[in-house]
Protein backbone atom coordinates (compact mmCIF):
# COMPACT_ATOMS: atom_id res chain seq x y z
CA UNK A 1 0.00 0.00 0.00
CA UNK A 2 1.67 3.29 -1.00
CA UNK A 3 0.10 6.38 0.90
CA UNK A 4 -0.78 7.36 4.52
CA UNK A 5 -0.64 4.53 6.07
CA UNK A 6 2.33 2.88 5.03
CA UNK A 7 4.21 6.26 5.72
CA UNK A 8 2.79 6.20 9.07
CA UNK A 9 3.80 2.69 9.70
CA UNK A 10 7.19 2.73 8.32
CA UNK A 11 8.13 6.49 8.40
CA UNK A 12 9.43 6.69 12.27
CA UNK A 13 12.93 5.28 13.19
CA UNK A 14 14.32 5.55 9.91
CA UNK A 15 16.90 8.20 8.51
CA UNK A 16 14.63 9.84 5.65
CA UNK A 17 13.62 13.17 7.39
CA UNK A 18 10.75 14.93 6.57
CA UNK A 19 12.85 17.70 5.00
CA UNK A 20 14.72 15.66 2.50
CA UNK A 21 11.06 14.47 1.32
CA UNK A 22 9.74 18.19 0.63
CA UNK A 23 12.78 17.99 -1.43
CA UNK A 24 11.80 15.56 -3.61
CA UNK A 25 8.22 16.77 -3.61
CA UNK A 26 9.61 20.34 -4.98
CA UNK A 27 11.61 18.41 -7.78
CA UNK A 28 8.99 15.99 -8.78
CA UNK A 29 6.19 19.47 -8.77
CA UNK A 30 8.63 20.98 -10.78
CA UNK A 31 8.68 17.78 -13.10
CA UNK A 32 5.04 17.34 -13.65
CA UNK A 33 4.33 21.20 -14.85
CA UNK A 34 0.40 20.22 -14.69
CA UNK A 35 -1.32 22.66 -13.07
CA UNK A 36 -2.21 20.59 -10.54
CA UNK A 37 -1.80 23.79 -8.14
CA UNK A 38 -2.75 27.39 -7.66
CA UNK A 39 -0.54 27.87 -5.09
CA UNK A 40 3.33 25.76 -4.60
CA UNK A 41 6.08 27.79 -2.37
CA UNK A 42 8.70 25.49 -2.13
CA UNK A 43 10.45 27.51 1.01
CA UNK A 44 6.85 27.36 2.54
CA UNK A 45 7.14 23.86 1.89
CA UNK A 46 10.50 23.29 3.63
CA UNK A 47 10.25 25.21 6.55
CA UNK A 48 7.03 22.84 7.51
CA UNK A 49 9.41 20.09 6.94
CA UNK A 50 11.90 21.42 9.29
CA UNK A 51 9.44 21.85 11.55
CA UNK A 52 7.83 19.03 11.62
CA UNK A 53 11.79 17.13 11.72
CA UNK A 54 12.23 19.45 15.26
CA UNK A 55 9.52 17.90 16.47
CA UNK A 56 10.25 13.84 15.77
CA UNK A 57 13.82 15.01 17.34
CA UNK A 58 12.32 16.25 20.05
CA UNK A 59 10.84 12.58 20.87
CA UNK A 60 7.64 14.18 20.84
CA UNK A 61 4.95 10.77 19.59
CA UNK A 62 4.64 11.57 16.73
CA UNK A 63 1.28 12.32 14.82
CA UNK A 64 -0.57 9.75 13.09
CA UNK A 65 0.26 11.87 9.74
CA UNK A 66 3.71 12.13 10.36
CA UNK A 67 5.27 12.98 7.43
CA UNK A 68 2.53 12.68 4.94
CA UNK A 69 2.68 14.71 2.42
CA UNK A 70 -1.63 16.29 2.05
CA UNK A 71 -2.49 18.92 -0.88
CA UNK A 72 -5.12 21.25 0.28
CA UNK A 73 -7.77 22.67 -2.47
CA UNK A 74 -7.63 26.45 -2.68
CA UNK A 75 -11.23 26.99 -1.40
CA UNK A 76 -9.53 26.38 2.37
CA UNK A 77 -7.88 28.74 4.42
CA UNK A 78 -3.83 27.96 5.41
CA UNK A 79 -1.81 30.27 7.03
CA UNK A 80 0.90 31.55 5.28
CA UNK A 81 -0.56 31.01 1.69
CA UNK A 82 -3.08 32.98 -0.40
CA UNK A 83 -6.63 31.40 -0.84
CA UNK A 84 -8.06 32.70 -4.28
CA UNK A 85 -10.92 30.01 -4.47
CA UNK A 86 -10.21 29.80 -8.35
CA UNK A 87 -11.61 33.62 -8.88
CA UNK A 88 -8.73 36.23 -10.18
CA UNK A 89 -8.39 37.98 -7.03
CA UNK A 90 -7.39 37.06 -3.51
CA UNK A 91 -9.53 36.35 -0.67
CA UNK A 92 -9.37 38.38 2.47
CA UNK A 93 -7.20 37.33 4.79
CA UNK A 94 -10.45 36.21 6.80
CA UNK A 95 -10.39 33.18 4.30
CA UNK A 96 -6.73 33.00 4.55
CA UNK A 97 -6.61 31.17 8.16
CA UNK A 98 -6.32 27.57 9.33
CA UNK A 99 -9.78 26.08 9.97
CA UNK A 100 -10.17 23.35 11.75
CA UNK A 101 -9.27 20.51 9.62
CA UNK A 102 -6.14 22.37 8.77
CA UNK A 103 -5.30 22.42 12.31
CA UNK A 104 -6.07 18.66 12.83
CA UNK A 105 -4.03 18.11 10.27
CA UNK A 106 -1.07 20.02 11.07
CA UNK A 107 -1.39 18.80 14.44
CA UNK A 108 -1.09 14.99 13.28
CA UNK A 109 1.71 15.80 11.60
CA UNK A 110 0.90 16.64 7.88
CA UNK A 111 3.31 18.28 5.39
CA UNK A 112 0.58 20.62 3.65
CA UNK A 113 2.50 20.58 0.41
CA UNK A 114 0.00 23.69 -1.27
CA UNK A 115 -3.11 24.97 -2.33
CA UNK A 116 -4.95 23.17 -5.60
CA UNK A 117 -6.31 24.25 -8.65
CA UNK A 118 -10.65 24.42 -8.22
CA UNK A 119 -13.44 25.71 -10.33
CA UNK A 120 -14.10 29.19 -8.80
CA UNK A 121 -15.85 29.10 -5.91
CA UNK A 122 -16.58 25.36 -6.81
CA UNK A 123 -19.55 25.73 -8.52
CA UNK A 124 -18.71 23.52 -11.47
CA UNK A 125 -18.05 19.79 -11.99
CA UNK A 126 -15.86 19.52 -14.88
CA UNK A 127 -13.21 21.40 -13.33
CA UNK A 128 -12.84 24.30 -15.73
CA UNK A 129 -11.13 26.98 -15.04
CA UNK A 130 -10.49 30.07 -16.80
CA UNK A 131 -8.87 32.27 -14.78
CA UNK A 132 -6.00 30.30 -13.65
CA UNK A 133 -5.81 27.26 -16.50
CA UNK A 134 -7.58 23.95 -16.36
CA UNK A 135 -5.86 20.75 -15.29
CA UNK A 136 -5.64 18.07 -17.73
CA UNK A 137 -6.51 14.36 -16.71
CA UNK A 138 -3.48 12.48 -17.01
CA UNK A 139 -5.04 9.33 -18.25
CA UNK A 140 -5.89 11.89 -21.52
CA UNK A 141 -5.27 9.87 -24.86
CA UNK A 142 -4.35 12.48 -27.83
CA UNK A 143 -6.99 14.75 -26.69
CA UNK A 144 -6.84 16.71 -23.58
CA UNK A 145 -9.89 15.75 -21.28
CA UNK A 146 -11.25 17.11 -18.09
CA UNK A 147 -9.91 16.29 -14.69
CA UNK A 148 -13.51 16.63 -13.02
CA UNK A 149 -14.23 19.47 -10.53
CA UNK A 150 -14.61 21.29 -8.74
CA UNK A 151 -11.37 20.13 -6.99
CA UNK A 152 -9.90 20.07 -10.35
CA UNK A 153 -6.28 19.35 -9.00
CA UNK A 154 -6.44 17.52 -6.32
CA UNK A 155 -6.38 13.90 -8.35
CA UNK A 156 -3.46 15.00 -10.04
CA UNK A 157 -1.56 15.73 -6.93
CA UNK A 158 -2.33 11.83 -6.17
CA UNK A 159 -0.72 10.67 -9.47
CA UNK A 160 2.27 13.04 -9.57
CA UNK A 161 3.69 12.33 -6.34
CA UNK A 162 3.34 15.40 -4.67
CA UNK A 163 0.92 14.14 -2.26
CA UNK A 164 -0.56 10.73 -0.66
CA UNK A 165 -4.11 12.41 0.22
CA UNK A 166 -5.52 15.88 -1.19
CA UNK A 167 -8.31 17.72 1.19
CA UNK A 168 -11.47 18.96 -1.03
CA UNK A 169 -15.01 19.88 -0.99
CA UNK A 170 -17.94 17.83 -2.28
CA UNK A 171 -20.95 19.71 -2.53
CA UNK A 172 -22.66 17.64 -5.62
CA UNK A 173 -19.92 15.55 -5.96
CA UNK A 174 -16.65 17.69 -5.98
CA UNK A 175 -14.15 15.34 -4.55
CA UNK A 176 -16.04 11.98 -6.01
CA UNK A 177 -15.80 13.42 -9.63
CA UNK A 178 -12.64 14.17 -9.66
CA UNK A 179 -11.75 11.12 -7.83
CA UNK A 180 -13.40 8.72 -10.24
CA UNK A 181 -12.11 10.63 -13.73
CA UNK A 182 -8.88 10.83 -12.07
CA UNK A 183 -8.68 6.72 -10.95
CA UNK A 184 -8.38 7.53 -7.10
CA UNK A 185 -10.96 7.19 -4.03
CA UNK A 186 -12.48 9.65 -3.27
CA UNK A 187 -14.83 9.81 0.13
CA UNK A 188 -17.33 12.42 1.05
CA UNK A 189 -18.46 11.74 4.64
CA UNK A 190 -21.59 12.50 6.08
CA UNK A 191 -22.30 16.22 6.86
CA UNK A 192 -20.93 17.31 10.28
CA UNK A 193 -18.93 14.21 10.85
CA UNK A 194 -15.62 16.40 10.19
CA UNK A 195 -16.55 19.13 12.00
CA UNK A 196 -15.77 22.70 10.86
CA UNK A 197 -15.54 26.60 11.15
CA UNK A 198 -14.91 28.62 8.38
CA UNK A 199 -12.64 26.04 7.22
CA UNK A 200 -13.45 26.95 3.66
CA UNK A 201 -15.39 29.60 1.65
CA UNK A 202 -18.84 28.11 1.39
CA UNK A 203 -21.01 27.35 -1.58
CA UNK A 204 -24.15 26.16 -0.20
CA UNK A 205 -24.69 25.74 3.49
CA UNK A 206 -27.34 22.89 3.14
CA UNK A 207 -24.82 21.12 0.75
CA UNK A 208 -21.35 21.53 0.97
CA UNK A 209 -18.93 18.82 2.49
CA UNK A 210 -15.47 18.71 3.46
CA UNK A 211 -13.90 14.93 1.26
CA UNK A 212 -10.52 13.77 0.56
CA UNK A 213 -8.95 11.67 -2.17
CA UNK A 214 -6.45 9.44 -1.82
CA UNK A 215 -5.26 6.16 -3.45
CA UNK A 216 -6.99 3.31 -1.01
CA UNK A 217 -9.64 2.75 1.67
CA UNK A 218 -7.92 2.50 4.15
CA UNK A 219 -5.72 5.53 4.10
CA UNK A 220 -9.23 7.66 3.38
CA UNK A 221 -10.26 6.27 6.97
CA UNK A 222 -7.16 7.05 8.41
CA UNK A 223 -7.81 10.53 7.41
CA UNK A 224 -11.52 10.15 8.33
CA UNK A 225 -10.74 9.08 11.67
CA UNK A 226 -7.54 11.65 12.03
CA UNK A 227 -9.72 14.76 11.23
CA UNK A 228 -13.33 13.45 12.07
CA UNK A 229 -15.04 14.05 15.91
CA UNK A 230 -13.24 11.28 18.03
CA UNK A 231 -10.23 11.55 20.48
CA UNK A 232 -9.18 7.99 19.56
CA UNK A 233 -5.61 7.30 18.02
CA UNK A 234 -6.36 7.16 14.33
CA UNK A 235 -4.01 4.68 13.78
CA UNK A 236 -5.63 2.20 16.20
CA UNK A 237 -9.24 2.50 15.31
CA UNK A 238 -8.02 1.86 11.07
CA UNK A 239 -6.26 -1.35 12.47
CA UNK A 240 -9.03 -2.35 14.53
CA UNK A 241 -11.30 -1.85 11.87
CA UNK A 242 -13.58 -4.72 11.23
CA UNK A 243 -13.34 -6.10 7.30
CA UNK A 244 -16.63 -6.63 7.18
CA UNK A 245 -17.39 -9.95 5.67
CA UNK A 246 -19.23 -9.49 2.49
CA UNK A 247 -21.34 -12.38 3.46
CA UNK A 248 -23.37 -10.41 5.93
CA UNK A 249 -23.62 -7.31 3.65
CA UNK A 250 -26.69 -6.60 1.60
CA UNK A 251 -25.92 -4.25 -1.61
CA UNK A 252 -28.74 -3.12 -3.12
CA UNK A 253 -28.25 -1.52 -6.92
CA UNK A 254 -31.34 -0.10 -9.20
CA UNK A 255 -30.86 -0.99 -12.49
CA UNK A 256 -33.01 1.24 -13.68
CA UNK A 257 -30.57 3.79 -12.54
CA UNK A 258 -27.52 2.08 -14.34
CA UNK A 259 -29.01 2.52 -17.32
CA UNK A 260 -28.13 6.05 -17.77
CA UNK A 261 -24.68 5.33 -18.21
CA UNK A 262 -22.58 4.94 -20.56
CA UNK A 263 -22.46 1.22 -22.34
CA UNK A 264 -19.34 0.19 -21.13
CA UNK A 265 -19.62 1.65 -18.16
CA UNK A 266 -22.49 0.23 -17.33
CA UNK A 267 -20.84 -2.71 -18.32
CA UNK A 268 -18.17 -2.45 -15.78
CA UNK A 269 -20.22 -1.86 -13.14
CA UNK A 270 -22.50 -5.11 -13.52
CA UNK A 271 -19.30 -7.29 -13.68
CA UNK A 272 -17.73 -5.45 -10.70
CA UNK A 273 -21.30 -5.99 -8.73
CA UNK A 274 -20.85 -9.81 -9.90
CA UNK A 275 -17.13 -9.90 -8.51
CA UNK A 276 -18.91 -8.39 -4.61
CA UNK A 277 -21.10 -11.34 -5.37
CA UNK A 278 -18.70 -13.71 -5.78
CA UNK A 279 -16.77 -12.44 -2.76
CA UNK A 280 -20.15 -13.24 -0.52
CA UNK A 281 -21.98 -10.29 -0.86
CA UNK A 282 -26.14 -10.18 -1.19
CA UNK A 283 -26.74 -8.42 -4.19
CA UNK A 284 -30.82 -7.03 -4.22
CA UNK A 285 -32.11 -5.06 -7.36
CA UNK A 286 -34.41 -2.11 -5.92
CA UNK A 287 -35.98 0.80 -6.93
CA UNK A 288 -34.66 3.75 -4.96
CA UNK A 289 -36.73 6.27 -6.53
CA UNK A 290 -35.86 8.80 -4.21
CA UNK A 291 -31.76 8.65 -5.83
CA UNK A 292 -33.47 9.83 -9.17
CA UNK A 293 -35.93 12.72 -7.59
CA UNK A 294 -33.04 13.71 -5.23
CA UNK A 295 -30.97 14.16 -8.76
CA UNK A 296 -34.32 15.99 -10.12
CA UNK A 297 -34.62 18.56 -7.40
CA UNK A 298 -31.10 19.56 -7.18
CA UNK A 299 -30.75 20.82 -10.70
CA UNK A 300 -34.87 22.41 -10.49
CA UNK A 301 -34.53 23.73 -7.28
CA UNK A 302 -31.12 25.81 -7.66
CA UNK A 303 -30.76 25.70 -3.88
CA UNK A 304 -26.51 25.55 -4.73
CA UNK A 305 -26.81 28.41 -6.90
CA UNK A 306 -28.95 30.67 -4.28
CA UNK A 307 -27.09 30.11 -1.53
CA UNK A 308 -24.01 30.24 -3.70
CA UNK A 309 -24.93 34.03 -4.52
CA UNK A 310 -26.15 34.85 -0.93
CA UNK A 311 -23.04 34.19 0.43
CA UNK A 312 -21.13 36.01 -2.32
CA UNK A 313 -23.29 39.21 -1.37
CA UNK A 314 -22.66 38.44 2.00
CA UNK A 315 -18.81 37.98 2.23
CA UNK A 316 -17.58 39.55 -0.91
CA UNK A 317 -20.10 41.93 -2.17
CA UNK A 318 -18.06 43.07 -4.89
CA UNK A 319 -16.70 39.94 -6.20
CA UNK A 320 -19.62 39.23 -9.15
CA UNK A 321 -18.15 42.03 -11.13
CA UNK A 322 -15.13 39.67 -11.58
CA UNK A 323 -16.56 36.54 -11.62
CA UNK A 324 -16.32 34.43 -14.95
CA UNK A 325 -19.43 34.67 -17.02
CA UNK A 326 -19.10 30.49 -16.92
CA UNK A 327 -19.39 30.78 -13.57
CA UNK A 328 -21.28 34.49 -12.81
CA UNK A 329 -24.21 33.95 -14.93
CA UNK A 330 -25.10 30.61 -14.00
CA UNK A 331 -25.12 32.51 -9.94
CA UNK A 332 -26.96 35.14 -10.94
CA UNK A 333 -29.22 33.39 -12.81
CA UNK A 334 -30.24 31.73 -9.22
CA UNK A 335 -31.48 35.32 -8.05
CA UNK A 336 -34.35 35.13 -9.96
CA UNK A 337 -36.35 32.36 -7.46
CA UNK A 338 -38.03 33.36 -4.74
CA UNK A 339 -38.07 33.14 -1.17
CA UNK A 340 -40.89 30.94 -1.02
CA UNK A 341 -39.53 28.21 -3.91
CA UNK A 342 -36.58 28.48 -1.60
CA UNK A 343 -38.08 27.52 1.86
CA UNK A 344 -40.45 24.86 -0.25
CA UNK A 345 -37.39 22.75 -2.44
CA UNK A 346 -36.01 22.93 1.15
CA UNK A 347 -38.91 21.09 2.78
CA UNK A 348 -38.66 19.09 0.09
CA UNK A 349 -35.32 17.97 0.39
CA UNK A 350 -35.88 17.09 3.67
CA UNK A 351 -38.68 14.65 2.98
CA UNK A 352 -36.95 12.99 0.34
CA UNK A 353 -33.88 12.81 3.08
CA UNK A 354 -35.96 11.21 5.52
CA UNK A 355 -37.60 8.56 3.32
CA UNK A 356 -34.05 8.00 1.64
CA UNK A 357 -32.26 6.98 5.17
CA UNK A 358 -35.29 4.80 6.46
CA UNK A 359 -34.63 2.62 2.98
CA UNK A 360 -31.32 1.90 4.72
CA UNK A 361 -33.53 -0.57 6.67
CA UNK A 362 -33.93 -2.99 3.38
CA UNK A 363 -29.91 -3.00 2.85
CA UNK A 364 -26.77 -1.68 4.09
CA UNK A 365 -25.29 -0.39 0.69
CA UNK A 366 -26.22 0.91 -2.04
CA UNK A 367 -24.22 0.67 -4.96
CA UNK A 368 -23.94 3.00 -8.41
CA UNK A 369 -21.63 3.86 -10.89
CA UNK A 370 -19.76 6.78 -9.97
CA UNK A 371 -20.30 9.33 -13.26
CA UNK A 372 -22.12 7.71 -16.27
CA UNK A 373 -19.71 9.24 -19.16
CA UNK A 374 -16.37 9.86 -19.57
CA UNK A 375 -14.03 12.52 -18.95
CA UNK A 376 -15.23 15.27 -21.41
CA UNK A 377 -13.01 16.70 -23.87
CA UNK A 378 -11.66 20.02 -22.76
CA UNK A 379 -12.25 21.37 -26.14
CA UNK A 380 -15.46 20.56 -26.51
CA UNK A 381 -17.28 21.38 -22.90
CA UNK A 382 -15.85 25.21 -24.13
CA UNK A 383 -19.14 25.37 -25.75
CA UNK A 384 -21.72 26.46 -23.12
CA UNK A 385 -24.29 24.25 -24.47
CA UNK A 386 -21.87 21.20 -24.42
CA UNK A 387 -20.87 22.36 -20.90
CA UNK A 388 -24.31 22.46 -19.44
CA UNK A 389 -24.90 18.75 -20.88
CA UNK A 390 -22.24 17.30 -19.49
CA UNK A 391 -21.69 19.35 -15.89
CA UNK A 392 -25.70 17.81 -15.93
CA UNK A 393 -24.38 13.99 -16.89
CA UNK A 394 -21.47 14.04 -14.26
CA UNK A 395 -23.21 14.61 -11.67
CA UNK A 396 -26.10 12.02 -12.26
CA UNK A 397 -24.68 9.74 -9.46
CA UNK A 398 -22.89 11.93 -7.08
CA UNK A 399 -25.15 14.88 -5.98
CA UNK A 400 -28.30 12.71 -5.01
CA UNK A 401 -25.79 12.09 -1.78
CA UNK A 402 -25.59 15.55 -1.00
CA UNK A 403 -29.11 16.07 -1.38
CA UNK A 404 -30.09 13.36 0.31
CA UNK A 405 -27.92 13.72 3.47
CA UNK A 406 -25.86 10.36 2.44
CA UNK A 407 -21.77 9.37 2.76
CA UNK A 408 -19.80 8.17 -0.40
CA UNK A 409 -17.29 6.67 -1.38
CA UNK A 410 -16.06 5.91 -5.04
CA UNK A 411 -13.00 3.78 -6.36
CA UNK A 412 -11.51 2.87 -9.85
CA UNK A 413 -12.73 -0.64 -11.06
CA UNK A 414 -11.66 -0.26 -14.68
CA UNK A 415 -10.47 1.76 -17.66
CA UNK A 416 -13.97 3.20 -20.25
CA UNK A 417 -13.36 2.65 -24.17
CA UNK A 418 -10.51 5.70 -23.98
CA UNK A 419 -8.23 4.11 -21.40
CA UNK A 420 -9.81 6.84 -18.72
CA UNK A 421 -11.10 5.53 -15.06
CA UNK A 422 -14.30 4.12 -14.48
CA UNK A 423 -15.60 4.91 -10.66
CA UNK A 424 -17.58 2.28 -8.52
CA UNK A 425 -19.53 3.99 -5.77
CA UNK A 426 -20.60 2.61 -2.76
CA UNK A 427 -23.20 4.93 -0.60
CA UNK A 428 -23.89 5.04 3.07
CA UNK A 429 -26.81 6.16 5.15
CA UNK A 430 -26.41 9.09 7.41
CA UNK A 431 -24.01 8.66 10.28
CA UNK A 432 -22.96 5.42 9.35
CA UNK A 433 -19.39 6.27 7.95
CA UNK A 434 -17.40 3.76 9.96
CA UNK A 435 -19.46 0.87 8.48
CA UNK A 436 -19.30 2.68 5.00
CA UNK A 437 -15.63 2.78 5.11
CA UNK A 438 -15.36 -0.73 6.52
CA UNK A 439 -17.18 -2.44 3.60
CA UNK A 440 -15.27 0.07 1.12
CA UNK A 441 -11.84 -1.56 2.81
CA UNK A 442 -13.22 -5.10 1.90
CA UNK A 443 -14.64 -4.21 -1.42
CA UNK A 444 -10.84 -2.85 -2.40
CA UNK A 445 -9.42 -6.11 -1.07
CA UNK A 446 -11.50 -7.87 -4.39
CA UNK A 447 -10.91 -5.18 -6.58
CA UNK A 448 -7.26 -4.26 -5.72
CA UNK A 449 -6.17 -1.20 -5.40
CA UNK A 450 -6.04 1.69 -7.76
CA UNK A 451 -2.26 0.59 -8.79
CA UNK A 452 -3.18 -2.44 -9.37
CA UNK A 453 -6.20 -2.28 -10.57
CA UNK A 454 -5.82 0.48 -13.62
CA UNK A 455 -2.50 0.81 -13.53
CA UNK A 456 -0.88 4.16 -13.90
CA UNK A 457 -1.30 7.06 -15.92
CA UNK A 458 -0.06 6.71 -19.40
CA UNK A 459 2.84 8.44 -20.46
CA UNK A 460 3.81 10.70 -22.35
CA UNK A 461 0.60 12.39 -21.12
CA UNK A 462 0.01 15.93 -23.11
CA UNK A 463 0.66 18.17 -20.28
CA UNK A 464 4.49 17.79 -20.72
CA UNK A 465 5.25 15.68 -17.89
CA UNK A 466 7.84 13.00 -18.34
CA UNK A 467 6.24 10.56 -16.04
CA UNK A 468 3.80 10.22 -12.89
CA UNK A 469 5.00 7.97 -9.79
CA UNK A 470 2.30 8.06 -7.12
CA UNK A 471 4.86 6.30 -4.55
CA UNK A 472 5.63 8.90 -1.81
CA UNK A 473 9.00 10.29 -1.64
CA UNK A 474 11.09 8.07 -0.05
Known amino acids: ?65 FGAPISVKDIYGVDGLPTFAGTKRELPAEWARDGLIVKKLKHAGALLTGKTQTVEFAFGGLGQNPNWGTPVNPWSGKEARACGGSSCGAGLTLWDGTAVAALGTDTAGSVRVPASMTGAVGFRPTKGAWATDRDFFPLSQSLDGPGVLTLSAVDAALFHFTVGQTQDDP ?28 SDIGQNFEESIAELSRAGAHIEDVRFSEFSAAHNWYFESNVAGIEGIAQLRTHLPDWLDIVHP ?7 AAENFSASAYLQALAQRCELACRANERFSEFDIFATPTLPISPPVISQIELSEKYYEQNHAVTQYTNPVNVLDLSAITMPTGL ?35 LSRIGRPPTPTPIGSTGFDPQPCG
Open 1 to 65: MAGLKKMRSTKIGLDLTVESMAKCIIDRHRTAQNLAYKSFAPEYLLAQARAIDQVHASREKPGAL
Open 326 to 332: FIGDRLK
Open 416 to 450: DRFGLPIGFQLIGQKGQDTKLLSVAISAMEVFGEP
Open 235 to 262: LNLVNGLSRKNLSSIKIAIDTELVRYSQ
